[in-house]
Nanobody, 120 residues
Framework: QVQVVESGGGLVRPGGSLRLSCAAS????????MGWYRQAPGKERTLVAV???????NIADSVKGRFTISADNAKNTVFLQMNSLKPEDTAVYYC??????????????WGQGTQVTVSS
């Protein structure tokens, strides 16, 4: 069983910043990758950013240059630094962790989400 817990959401004005944190815990020996999706009301869940255990990152074009993903591998924790926030960044942000189960399968565990609202 793996638990993924996000924190750091809230209300911020346009142009402001927020830092989201996400920690994975439980019976896991390693993490392959962790990342963030977001889902705005009435829209599909879309990838925001991902970081692998090796440190490779992928950032969605819509947030590139404003958002940064980083990780503390020793603590199975990932951070999403969000700068220059826009109203269109308003969404529930979901963290996930990909971890190996056995030799051939990978499991994805999700957090319950944290609300980010950008409004004046």
């Amino acid at each position: 069983q793996v638990q993924v817990v996000e924190s750091g959401g809230g209300l911020v004005r346009p142009g402001g910043s927020l830092r989201l944190s996400c920690a994975a815990s439980g019976s896991i020996s390693s993490i392959n990758a962790m990342g963030w999706y977001r889902q705005a009301p009435g829209k599909e869940r879309t990838l925001v950013a991902v970081i692998t255990s090796g440190g490779s990152t992928n950032i969605a074009d819509s947030v590139k240059g404003r958002f940064t993903i980083s990780a503390d591998n020793a603590k199975n924790t990932v951070f999403l630094q969000m700068n220059s926030l826009k109203p269109e960044d308003t969404a529930v942000y979901y963290c996930y962790a990909d971890w190996p189960r056995g030799a051939r399968s990978t499991v994805r565990s999700w957090g319950q989400g944290t609300q980010v609202t950008v409004s004046s």
